[in-house]
């Protein structure tokens, strides 16, 4: 079935941690986003790639990276993880980079 | 600075019409976008509006006036699956979408 896949679904971390977040679509679509969703908070926008090979910043960039070696693949590091970073993390893809996002499954990460 | 504003809750019955409204604040614009959250789950795209007016989609319409920064999602025939959350969101002059903190939806019987 097309779509987004990320992994874990869910994890608890212990602060100071590096954390791997895999993200992974079959659409080919050129722009990846990673967004995270807190409570009371609209989506905000972590890191974003136009196409294989880019990558820019989004609105919270700070402690997160992301690399973007091939179409499919969208991986979001946590270098060392902090109780702030507690929150749920999606993936989404764009083709041609339209408004019209397709969204992964979620990643719900705690930080303690 | 930019900014989307939706009410954070409304309650509607089943089978009745509910309007949620969004204003938004963004540098340039390229459209307006609809997204329907049930809880836990991932946001799906309902709606796109660019230009002034009315698109309507089955159950769905979406309406935009860019000269007062306005849209609302207009939802009729209310079913109890239509209990989500619906996340306005704007996009910019850079293509990037701002995102309101969503409305959450409750339909009572």
């Known amino acids: 079935i097309a779509g987004i896949t990320q992994a874990p679904t869910s994890q608890i971390l212990a602060a100071g941690r590096r954390m791997t977040l895999r993200c992974t679509q079959d659409?080919?679509?050129?722009?990846m986003y990673w967004y995270r969703q807190d409570l009371g908070l609209g989506l905000r926008l972590i890191h974003y790639s136009n196409t294989a090979g880019t990558t820019g910043k989004g609105e919270v960039p700070d402690g997160y990276s992301v690399s973007r070696a091939n179409t499919d693949d969208f991986p979001l590091t946590l270098a060392s993880a902090v109780p702030s970073q507690t929150s749920v993390y999606f993936c989404a893809s764009s083709d041609k980079g339209t408004g019209e996002l397709f969204f992964g499954e979620g990643s719900r990460l705690t930080v303690l | 600075g930019q900014n989307i504003d939706q009410p954070t809750e409304m309650t509607a019955t089943e089978g009745a019409i509910v309007q949620i409204n969004c204003t938004y604040q963004t540098s340039g614009f390229n459209g307006l976008f609809w997204y329907q959250q049930h809880a836990g789950e991932a946001p799906t795209f309902l709606s796109y509006?660019?230009l002034d007016g009315l698109e309507e989609k089955g159950r769905f319409s979406s309406f935009l006036s860019r000269s007062k920064g306005y849209s609302y999602l207009l939802l009729k025939e209310l079913q109890m699956k239509d209990s989500a959350s619906y996340l306005c969101a704007g996009m910019d002059s850079n293509y990037q979408l701002i995102w309101g903190a969503g409305t959450k939806l409750i339909i009572k019987p």
């Open positions: 659409m080919r679509h050129n722009a």
């Open positions: 509006n660019v």
